[in-house]
């Protein structure tokens, strides 16, 4: 018997508390099922940009050999306004999906989210603080 279903992951930073929230696909053959999801280095942008400062070489071997990877964008805090930064948080998703394809990882298994500014790392409002904000995760759901 198959069963296919999402997955709903919560990513905990050090303290405990929810960094992220990830919603995946579940494919099942009757057995209960691990998921193990691997969040990847964070890649940073500058203020407004869609380009990441660095390349994100490393991420190009692990993505290929996953069955799914899941790229979220977000914003900085308090800049903008909500529209904006959700458009702007999914297009820094997109441009890493569109790297990632120009590397020859199977788009069809790459997704890209924008969540705006619903999950900054740093609350502070100077700008330093702010840099962190503005960055793509990539989750990695380890191929079989």
């Known amino acids: 018997m198959l069963a296919v279903g999402t997955c709903t992951v919560q990513v905990l930073n050090a303290g405990g508390a929810v960094q992220s929230v990830v919603r995946t696909s579940v494919l099942t053959s ?3 099922v691990g998921l193990t999801l691997l969040k990847r280095p964070t890649i940073l942008f500058d203020k407004y940009s869609v380009t990441p400062t660095s390349e994100p ?3 190009v071997n692990t993505a290929s050999r996953a069955s799914e990877v899941i790229i ?3 914003t900085a805090m308090f800049t903008g ?6 458009s702007l948080s999914l297009l820094r998703a997109k441009e ?5 394809v120009s590397k020859k990882v199977d788009g ?3 997704r890209a989210i924008g969540i705006a500014a619903r999950q900054p790392i740093a ?4 700008e330093t603080s702010q840099f ?13």
């Open 81 to 86: 306004n909500s529209e904006e930064n959700t």
């Open 132 to 144: 962190v904000n503005r960055r793509v995760e990539v989750y990695i759901v380890p191929g079989s």
């Open 123 to 126: 609350r502070k409002l100077i």
């Open 30 to 32: 009757g057995k209960q």
């Open 96 to 100: 890493i999906r569109k790297y990632l």
């Open 72 to 74: 979220v964008g977000h």
């Open 108 to 110: 069809s298994k790459i």
């Open 57 to 59: 070489k490393s991420l």
